[in-house]
């Protein structure tokens, strides 16, 4: 299970590379109010921070990122805080739309429920990936309303509903909604947990956690992980 990426440019000269790297953005709320700003000042700080590291990962031809933006537990948060992330989401799919080269050759998929998504955001969401489609850069995973459990119960409802009797791990990997294993999991803000954050594909990742908080994380903590990963010794059970 080489976590190589065939397309790495390896312009920074690393032996290897996770295949499928996955990236809890946590600590917004945190930087706000050590700048007693509103929550959504730091979400908003956040999805600059996503832009500049989703663009890192193309650069570096990371083939598969996934960052987790909401989950399903998410919800529960005040409205107002609900709201500032929805548009924040729609702020960056009709920024994309208005100039596809800014989403580069990324490819753009959105994995989670749709249940709850308001219809313009779902609109949005289609075009982007429908306009990306054909893009051969970095896959980006974009996880909104989003749970491991629930995405592995769907897996198996669409395996039952396919007529299946006997299900093997393969059925499973096959019918999660991102493709390959997940290699390597980045979690800044101090906390050292998964969340509910690719559970099945987690099995072997590995974790590499930070106290920096999102919104300040730069390309050289992405460059950190990626180094450190680069020494960890992956024997998968083995
Ligand atoms: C967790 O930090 C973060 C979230 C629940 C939202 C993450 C979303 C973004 C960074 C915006 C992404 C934007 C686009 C366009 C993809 P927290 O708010 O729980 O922080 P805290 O633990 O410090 O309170």
């Known amino acids: 299970m080489a976590a190589f990426s065939k397309k790495n440019k390896n312009d920074n000269n690393y032996t290897i590379l996770p295949k ?10 945190r930087w706000a109010k050590k700048r007693a700003l509103p929550r959504s000042a ?15 990962c193309e650069r570096l031809g990371i083939e598969y990122v996934t960052f987790y933006a909401f989950s399903t537990e998410n ?9 500032a992330l929805m548009n924040l989401f729609m702020d960056y799919l009709l920024e994309a739309k208005s100039d596809m080269t800014k989403a580069g050759n990324s ?35 974009l996880a909104i309303n989003y749970g491991g459990r629930q995405e592995i119960v769907s897996a198996v409802n669409k395996l039952i ?5 006997q299900i093997s791990e393969d059925d499973i990997s096959n019918s999660l909604y991102t493709v390959p294993d997940c290699d390597l999991i ?10 509910n ?10 974790f590499w956690y930070s106290n920096v908080l999102w919104p300040d994380f730069k390309v050289d903590d992405l460059h950190s992980a990626l180094r450190e990963f680069e020494k960890r010794n992956r024997r998968f059970g083995g």
Do not use: C
């Open 197 to 206: 954050f690719l559970l099945w594909q987690a099995a072997y990742s590995e």
């Open 186 to 195: 980045i979690r800044p803000s101090g906390e050292e947990r998964l969340s």
């Open 75 to 83: 919800w529960k948060r005040p409205k107002e805080e609900v709201d």
């Open 161 to 165: 509903k396919s007529g299946k009797t």
């Open 20 to 29: 499928h790297l996955g990236i809890i953005m946590d600590g917004n709320g």
């Open 107 to 141: 490819r753009i998929i959105f994995i989670g429920e749709r249940e709850g998504i308001s219809q313009e955001l779902l609109d949005l969401m289609d075009e982007a990936e429908e306009e990306t489609k054909s893009h051969t850069g970095t896959t980006v995973y």
């Open 42 to 56: 730091g979400h908003k700080a956040g999805a600059n921070v996503f832009r500049t590291i989703s663009k890192e």
